[in-house]
């Protein structure tokens, strides 16, 4: 099976920067996902990670450690537009690759 | 070039009653996934599907809920004698493939099913 597990919430300040943090348990692994959500809103992709290291993409980076099963979301120069939830999620790697979602991380950003 | 649509946009049912939802996928994307979210909670996935094909139905409850993908129209995800705790937004997803890779989901606005 497949679990994830990220913090419930996150709270910071305009202009910080913040880490949402993610572990994972799968049987077979193809790569870790990040998702945006605001509220009432869709997900919307951010980031892929399939190998080890760090993705930049703007003000957002993602990091993976194979090794260590744990991947993590930066952001930096938070913006107020930037509270939302934040998923990770694994594509399973068994007969479906359906794609799981961790329960989640709530960002608020305070002026 | 359109995204995932889904419709209605919010639904109310009284219990017992049956709820059908929507979900047309990108153009070009042949498979779709449906997942259901509680306030403030995770997405959990429900059903995965290619068109004429169930590929993954292990997060569905085996009764009252189904879903389908047919060769020509939208996927619909139906809710047979709705009760309270069916009571969720319910998001579908699409990709132009399902196997590996970065594979990006693009999702809908989800539909926001009411129980009364």
């Known amino acids: 099976g497949q679990s994830l597990e990220q913090p419930s919430e996150v709270t910071a300040v305009e202009g910080a920067i913040v880490q949402i943090n993610c572990t994972y348990q799968t049987s077979g692994f193809y790569g870790l996902s990040w998702y945006q959500q605001h509220d009432g809103g869709a997900p919307t992709f951010l980031s892929y990670?399939?190998?080890?290291g760090l993705e930049e993409t703007g003000r957002f980076s993602s990091f993976l450690s194979r090794s260590d099963s744990y991947g993590y979301l930066l952001l930096q120069e938070l913006q107020m537009k930037d509270s939302a939830s934040y998923f990770c999620a694994v594509r399973a790697v068994d007969s479906s690759y359906k794609l799981i979602f961790g329960s989640g991380t709530r960002l608020l950003v305070r002026p | 070039n359109a995204g995932v649509m889904q419709n209605p946009r919010h639904l109310v049912r009284r219990r017992g009653q049956e709820a059908r939802l929507r979900c047309s996928p990108m153009?070009?994307?042949?498979?779709v996934y449906w997942y259901r979210q509680l306030p403030e909670e995770g997405l959990k996935f429900m059903v995965y599907?290619?068109?004429?094909?169930?590929?993954?139905e292990s997060g569905m409850p085996k009764e009252r809920f189904s879903a389908e993908f047919p060769k020509e129209g939208p996927s619909i995800l139906r809710i047979q004698q709705v009760v309270r705790g069916d009571s969720a937004a319910y998001f579908c997803?699409?990709?132009?493939?399902?196997?590996?890779?970065?594979?990006?989901?693009?999702f809908g606005q989800g539909t926001r099913l009411t129980v009364v």
């Open positions: 990670n399939a190998l080890d």
């Open positions: 153009k070009g994307h042949s498979h």
């Open positions: 997803a699409s990709s132009p493939q399902g196997s590996g890779g970065n594979t990006e989901a693009f």
């Open positions: 599907l290619q068109k004429e094909n169930i590929i993954d």
